[in-house]
């Protein structure tokens, strides 16, 4: 079965920067789009940043852009999100996230992402 693994999550100051990390297994990791999304105590999940299976295409949420920048590592089936100059607002639990079928990206779209991982805390101090 799919297993996604979040670590990297901390405490950390405003401005400071973290990389999280997914280590993925249980489905052909190259051959999928993966994803970062973010949950806030009483705030919906959302979608911060999507790569497809060769890196071609990312998508990232208008709150991240320039500081946020996900990366994929096929050879070792682990997913990157770099956070630099972080906020306040940035604070979530973090999860990682991976499509349901392969070689498949929908710009926009966040239903096709099926397997999510136990999620990462994330708390930046102002």
């Known amino acids: 079965q799919v297993q996604l693994v979040e670590s990297g999550g901390r405490l950390v100051q405003a401005g400071g920067s973290l990389r999280l990390s997914c280590a993925a297994s249980?489905?052909?990791?190259?051959?999928?789009?993966m994803g970062w999304f973010r949950q806030a105590p009483g705030k919906e999940r959302e979608n911060v940043a999507t790569?497809?299976?060769?890196?071609?295409?990312?998508y990232y949420h208008d709150s991240v852009k320039g500081r946020f920048t996900i990366s994929r590592d096929n050879a070792k089936n682990t997913l990157y999100l770099q956070m630099n100059s972080l906020k306040p607002e940035d604070t979530a639990v973090y999860y990682c996230?991976?499509?349901?079928?392969?070689?498949?990206?929908?710009?926009?779209?966040?239903?096709?992402?099926?397997?999510w991982g136990q999620g990462t805390q994330v708390t930046v101090s102002s």
């Open positions: 996230a991976q499509y349901s079928s392969p070689y498949t990206y929908i710009r926009n779209e966040t239903y096709p992402f099926d397997a």
């Open positions: 790569i497809n299976w060769s890196s071609a295409f990312t």
């Open positions: 249980g489905r052909t990791f190259s051959t999928y789009t």
